[in-house]
Every structure is written in C-alpha cells, then in structure tokens.
C-alpha cells in the first residue's frame, strides 16, 4: 500500500514554506527601498542625509546603494 503525505498538513513543509515567504518578503523590500533611494536621489535631488532620515537608515547604507548604481 503506499504511503501518502499531505503537504498542507506537514511541519517541515509548512516551515519551510514560511521561511521561503518571510525572505521573499525581505527581498522586496530591500529591492524597494533601493529603488526609493536612487528615485529620491535622481528625481528629487534630496541628500543622502535626507534620504536616510526619511527611510530610516544609516546615510552610509544610502551612499552604499547610490555608489552601486554609480549615481554618487
């Protein structure tokens, strides 16, 4: 007879689903908030200091990212 696994029911898949979720989520956020920096920076021609302060970060995280993307 063979053995049948309900997934929905299963703890490690379920774990493993929400750590899978939980990093999605932080790795959309980091994207956002990239994209937030360097619009602020080319759009609005605000300071890293400013920038910073608004998306609560350090300014040197913000200069970081501008310096990646070759906008600093």
């Known amino acids: 007879m063979p053995i049948t ?3 929905k029911e299963d703890p490690f898949y379920l ?3 929400a750590e899978g979720i939980a990093e999605g ?3 959309g956020m980091s994207l956002v908030k990239r994209n937030y920096v360097v619009n602020s920076r080319k759009n609005l021609n605000l300071t890293p200091e400013q ?3 608004i998306i609560n970060d350090t300014v040197e995280n913000v200069v970081a990212i501008l310096k990646e ?3 600093e």
Do not use: C, P, Q, V
Request: net charge negative; no cysteine; aromatic share 0%.
């Open 15 to 17: 774990e493993g689903k």
């Open 25 to 27: 989520k932080a790795e």
């Open 51 to 53: 920038i910073a302060s």
């Open 69 to 71: 993307e070759g906008i």
């Open 5 to 7: 696994i309900n997934l």
